[in-house]
């Protein structure tokens, strides 16, 4: 029981130390572990939206709002990333700010198909 609560202690203080970690990392490479992290969960938010209202939609709806996130993702990766002859780079923060939005913008629209009905015409 002993080694148990141990174990439970050790993991509960390596998240806490992995939280305070990001408040104040060490070095750049700290920083762009913590910003993936708040990127991954971005992703995973914009994601769900995305599912969330395309359950809503009708057919013509499904296909604005594939078009629509077709074209936001060639907008943010023009936006948020470039390729040169030495790599490619992405900007995690304006990526991660960028998906933000998104997510919000595809919450407000299944917000609307909830309340008052579905606006095909704000998918654009």
Known sequence: MKKFMLAV???ASGSAFANSACDTPRNDFDGLYCLNKVYQEADKELNDNYKKLA???DANGKQS???SQ????SERNQSCS???SSG???NLDCATHT?????QFLQDRYRECTSSGCQNSKLQ
């Open 82 to 84: 470039k390729k040169d």
């Open 9 to 11: 202690l050790l993991c």
């Open 65 to 67: 709002l594939k078009s």
């Open 70 to 73: 077709l074209s936001w993702i």
């Open 99 to 103: 998906t933000i939005k998104r997510a």
């Open 55 to 57: 359950a809503r939609l």
């Open 88 to 90: 490619f780079y992405v």
